[in-house]
Every structure is written in C-alpha cells, then in structure tokens.
C-alpha cells in the first residue's frame, strides 16, 4: 500500500479501497478511446469532511485526484491516472433543503439529476437542465461539464442554473462562490468559473441551483424530411414563428437503430427526422406553425399534438438514440457545435467523411443551437476499424474548427479532446487559464492534464 493510501485508510476507516479488483469499476468513465490508470486508492466520500480530509491528505503527499460521480462522462475526464486517488462524491446524493417561496435546491453533487426534478415537481418547481441522461447522471458531473442538453437553447445550459456553490480547494480550504440572490456583482464570478472546470480547480461539495415553475402546456411536432438539407433548412426558419424549448434532429441511421430497439414504427425511409417540442401558453399554436413550416419545407409526413404524454412518447425516439446505437457496436460519440446556420455544411461534412473511410456514422443532437452528436459504431476488437473510427472523429473535429465552430459543446474536453485545443484555443488564452489553475491549485493534483 502507498503512503497516500495509508494515510488515506488510517484517517478515513470505512471509506477507503485499495483492492485492485475492487477499484477497477472506478477507473474510467463512458468514453471509448480513452486511457485509464491504476489508482493507488478510491475514496468514497459520504460528507464534505471527507473531501477535506482527501484533499489535504493528497496535497501533502503530492498526489493527483481524480474526482468522479456516476461515471457517466464521455470525454475520459474521469478516467484515473496511475497511483492517483479516485475522489467518488456518489454517495454524496442528499437533497439538502428545498426553498418554495426562493425557487432553490440544495444539493450535494451525487444528487442524480432527475430525482432533483422529480423532487422540485412534487412542490410545483422544475428544475430545467436536460442533459438527456438525467436519469443517471449527477448534479456534480453536469457542473463539472456544464452539461447542456436538449432544452438549452430556450432554458440555457447548467451554469444558467446555479445561484452558489461551496467547493474545496486543493489544500483543503472550503469556498463559497455566490448568494443565492438573482443579482450580484460583488467580485469576480467564481461560479462560472468553476462550473465547466471538470474537476482542475476544486471539487464541489454543495451546490445552490435556481429552480422554476414547470410549463403550464407542451406541444410536439415531429416531421420526417427526404434529406438532412430539407430539414435544417425548416430548422432555420423556426426562430421566425416560434421559441421552442427542443428542436432535436436524428438522420436516417438513428431512426433505423431506434426503430430496432424500439419498434416505434419511425419512417425510415426519411433522410431526417425533426422533432419540436414547444412550451408555454401559446404551445399548440407555435407547434402548429411549425408544422406549417415542415409541410412547406418538404417534409413527408408531420405529426403533432398537444397532449403531454404523447408530446413525451414522441420525445422518448430522441432519448432512445444512443443506447440505441450503441446495439450495434462501440460507439465515439462526438459533441461538437457550430452556428445553425452552418449546420447543412457540418452535416455534408460527416457524410462525406463517413462515406470515404467506410464507417457507418448516426448523427443526432440539438439542432436548435448547432450542437450536433455525430456517433461513430465500429467494431472495437478490429484493430483497423478502431484506427477508422478515430479518422473520422478527426475529420468531424476538424470539419467544425473550420466552420469557426467548437470542438465540444456540452461533453467537456477531458483526455479525449485535449489535442484539439491547440486548433481552438490560442497561445495567450492557454497561459491564462495555467495560471488561473496555479493560483487554485499550485500542486497541480487536481485532475492534470485534463480539459485545458
């Protein structure tokens, strides 16, 4: 046993593992492609003291940490490092006060995001940030990505969300970042900039976020297009008639994977598939005439409704996209962004990428705001289709960059999209954000070599 593990196991009786076997599920997260180290211990932390405890005791020993929630990133941001220690905040899951009149929550970052929902709406409160893993991913791994999703280009990403965090530093000092008021220019916003830091600046162990009052109606529309270009032309133009929380496009490999898993009954015959869903008052209407636009635009067929649970059935296709695709093989999900207008461009990009390196490609994501998720399936065993796979990864990155745009728009950089950066990111900006970390952490154990 190292001498971080010793230290660790002797001031955390209970919380500690450094059995081999037993620390292997905490290695890495859902990104393929990835490295992952042997940690020399896992600490599975229940409170904020053991944090404390963690921090200073890896600080002192020079030891990097790794913090992690459920696991389900996709950028290797929580992979292990060898002889790190794993920092898991999981059973750190308590919903700590609901303020009604204030519209907050209080929550510890192992809270998984859609019991924190479920919670707001037994009290007549939402809580909006949808990264479409709600019902397995936690509040601290949405903060440390600032996790986006289907519904942010109307409700904004999670940072939109949180009113005040409380974090510890890397020597073990706690921070409190914000009031819980909806103003405050007191300072410099350390909120935001811990919110997306993935795990380099310090570790959240509370976080205030703002809650609202749900949609007093929904309505859906779902339009099937012959090809991609028909139906993000019709994308365009839905800004001019509606504000829609979702706007969310699947091609035609998508709604075949989802009709194989499902048996929903999805035309895939369609080169693409829309799926709006509007909210508020004057929902139906605004889904009406975005179904107006559909039918126009060339769409072949355009369902709509206004009835919720149906408007939700039809949302499931959506959600149901990556398992989905990921019945037919391993899957390097992409995440990245360019301007909606830009769109068709980005699109004919992965085809054509698709096309050359003979990989098959299914490309969903949130039309509305230009994040899209192009999915390479491959076969992970074949040496060469693996080395395929990362082609066209490469191409898709680079098809964005070109298009001014970014190489990732909600799933964080972690280990996966470090060598991008320089093609993003520029000599000075670089500096400045080392020395942002310097300054939080001069030891650089919080999670080095990831995200910047």
Request: hydrophobic residues 45%.
């Amino acid at each position: 046993m190292s001498g971080v593990a010793a230290a660790l196991a002797a001031a955390l009786p209970g919380r500690v593992i450094t059995d081999r076997d037993a620390m292997e599920g905490y290695r890495r997260d859902q990104g393929p492609l990835t490295s992952a180290g042997r940690p020399a211990a896992v600490v599975r932390a229940r409170s904020a003291d053991d944090v404390i405890t963690t921090l200073r005791t890896a600080n002192e020993h020079g030891t990097p940490v790794v913090t992690r929630g459920a696991g389900t990133g996709l950028a290797g941001a929580a992979n292990a490092i060898d002889g790190c220690v794993v920092l898991s905040v999981a059973a750190m899951d308590r919903i700590l006060a609901l303020d009604v009149p204030g519209r907050t929550a209080t929550v510890e970052p192992g809270v998984l995001t859609g019991d924190l929902d479920a919670r707001a709406r037994e009290h007549g409160l939402w809580y909006p940030p949808d990264p479409g893993s709600k019902a397995i991913s936690t509040i601290g791994g949405n903060l440390a990505t600032n996790a986006g999703g289907m519904c942010c280009a109307k409700y904004g990403v999670t940072a939109d969300h949180v009113a005040a965090l409380t974090a510890v530093l890397a020597d073990g000092r706690v921070i409190r970042t914000g009031p819980p008021t909806r103003k405050n220019v007191a300072g410099l916003d350390l909120t935001r900039l811990l919110v997306g830091s993935e795990g380099t600046l310090a570790v959240i162990v509370e976080a205030t976020v703002r809650l609202r009052p749900p949609p007093v109606a929904t309505a859906t529309m779902v339009a099937a297009f012959p090809t991609p270009q028909h139906a993000v032309d019709t994308v365009l133009e839905i800004a001019a008639v509606a504000d829609p929380a979702a706007v969310e496009l699947m091609d035609r490999t998508c709604v075949r994977a989802v009709n194989g898993m499902t048996r929903m009954g999805l035309d895939e015959s369609a080169g693409a598939l829309v799926l709006v869903q509007c909210d508020g008052p004057s929902a139906d209407q605004e889904a009406a005439a975005c179904a107006g636009l559909a039918e126009a635009g060339g769409a072949t067929e355009v369902l709509r409704t206004a009835d919720p649970a149906e408007g939700e059935m039809f949302m499931q296709a959506r959600r149901a996209v990556y398992p989905a695709l990921e019945r037919l093989g391993t899957t390097l999900l992409d995440d990245v962004g360019v301007a909606v207008r830009d769109l068709p461009r980005l699109l004919a990009a992965i085809e054509r990428s698709a096309s050359a390196h003979g990989v098959l490609v299914g490309t969903f994501g949130h039309a509305a705001d230009g994040n899209l998720h192009p999915t390479v399936v491959y076969d992970a065993t074949d040496r060469a289709a693996a080395d395929r796979a990362r082609a066209v990864f490469d191409d898709i990155v680079a098809a964005a960059l070109a298009l001014g745009g970014t190489i990732t728009g909600e799933h964080g950089v972690g280990t996966l999209k470090t060598p991008y950066l320089d093609a993003q990111l520029g000599q000075a900006e670089r500096e400045l954000m080392a020395g942002i970390k310097a300054v939080f952490d001069p030891k650089g154990i919080l999670n080095p070599g990831r995200a910047y």
